[in-house]
């Protein structure tokens, strides 16, 4: 159906070899079809302009569909049937019926699955998501697969090579992000605004502490436009930093010794000036080594002399290539609607890094996501095409649950394997800390060095601020392990956890303290 100069409400049918005036309303913004309540079970192709009919599409079966909806990409008619309890998608480029969904069919789909507890879904996730022993990836390629997954995922600067990607990835390597930055493949940046600090001084967050995303770098302008018009609020820049704004606004991208001479600031000025800018998500790098130089104290980078050339220019802002002001244009931050092309994508996303989405799962993402409401509008589309399933997958959980068909064969394969009593050492900030949600107990913040202990799928322990919290029965559940398993002492961060004399003992560099167990 083409798009007319007339009224929504002027709407053409044909009958009989002719064309006449129907009361029948066909609006091109919002891409709907309301016809007559009974048709000859087909779809006629109408070009508004001559009042002609193009062609006829047929509806196998003889259906009756009188209400439908175009796709995003304008690619696929959805038709519902208000007789037939059936749904029909229609190819729009020559009227090729894709796929016919009885609704009762949808409903016995959803009462076929049977739920998982809570603990099995958490040993599905650390399976999922490569952080169990025997999951973990390894080599360049690997480390692009696990990028995929966390695309769009916000975490702390500092957190990435230290806490999340090496627990993915066995022998991670920072050489390779570096080459998938400077490849073009992955782009790093700070998609949500920076508020000034609560001392009135207008200071940001230090760089480590500045939540980052790792992208693809086609997908960069997406995502951007979903955080656009949270910036309003943000502080002033210092000369510094607006100094090398104003630089890289007049010349486009540059390289640092270009900034040190063109900006006329020292080298340890440029340096501050550059944090502060990533701070507040106006500039990004070439490679995620710039970003890594400014997290490293200059005292501790390797010299760029050393004989270690490869490690130096690892850590050498010098080598870390151009720098360059994030796109925020007027035109994107003045958009209010939100954009069905990056909804859905963010829907694929979700659904391709937990397996299995709802409402709960998602209450650790950032919070500039669509809301709820928009992704289950997508996720109700996947569903009528055969893409995905829904259902109630996780017991305990209200709300609407949805799952790949491939995450709905690894529930079963988890939920039919024996618990091997592993513990496993979690870092807070990664998108596993389920604890306080899904799982049973206390939320364990999202702190740089914060740690959670699982075993089986469940938590035993946390450390927050170098405290160590036992969740319910975990004094008994760690000494039972450490002390029948014969199991190597538990590491939460810098602090190690043993079992010595029937008592549980915490090391730390500075301190040892001793919990009595008993049995």
Sequence with gaps: MRPSSAPAEEASVAEGGSVRRLSAV????????????KGKGSVSVIDFATRKVETTWPIPGG?????????????????SGRYSSEVYAIDTRNGHLLARIHRYTIGRLRREIEPVEPRDFMRFLLDWQRVSSGTRVSGP?????????LEGFEAPAGAWESELLPARVSDYSISWLDDLCTAGRVAWARLRGATAASDGTGRTAPVRATPIVLLPR??????????????????????????????LRAHGASFFDELVGGAHLLRTELED??????????VHCDSFAGLRALLVPQSKRPSAYSRRGRRAALFGIEDAGRWTLTRRGAAVAASAKLDPEAIEHVARTLLRRYGVVCWRLLEREAGWLPPWRELLRVYHRLEARGEIRGGRFVAGLSGEQ?????????????????????LLSLSALDPLNLVGTLLPGKKVPRQLGARVVLRDGLPLAS??????????DGVLELAHHLACAQAPPVRLGQIVVSFVENDLVWQSGVATERREHRQ
Excluded: C, H
């Design 402 to 422: 949805f799952a790949l068909p491939e995450a709905i064969a690894a529930l079963r394969q988890v939920r039919k394997r024996t618990p091997d009593a592993t």
């Design 273 to 282: 000036a550059l944090a502060e800018l990533v701070a507040r998500g106006r």
């Design 463 to 472: 450390l927050v601020a170098g405290q160590v919290e036992l969740v319910d």
């Design 141 to 149: 390629e690997a480390l692009a697969g696990v990028l995929a997954q």
């Design 26 to 37: 066909a609006n091109r913004g919002v891409a709907k079809v309301y016809g007559p309540p």
């Design 218 to 247: 086609r997908q960069l302008a997406l995502w951007t436009r979903l955080t656009a018009g949270q910036r309003e609020d943000e502080p002033a820049l210092t000369s510094r930093a607006e100094k090398v704004a104003d630089f």
């Design 63 to 79: 259906g009756s569909p009188d209400m439908g909806d175009v796709s995003a990409d304008g690619r696929v008619l959805w038709l």
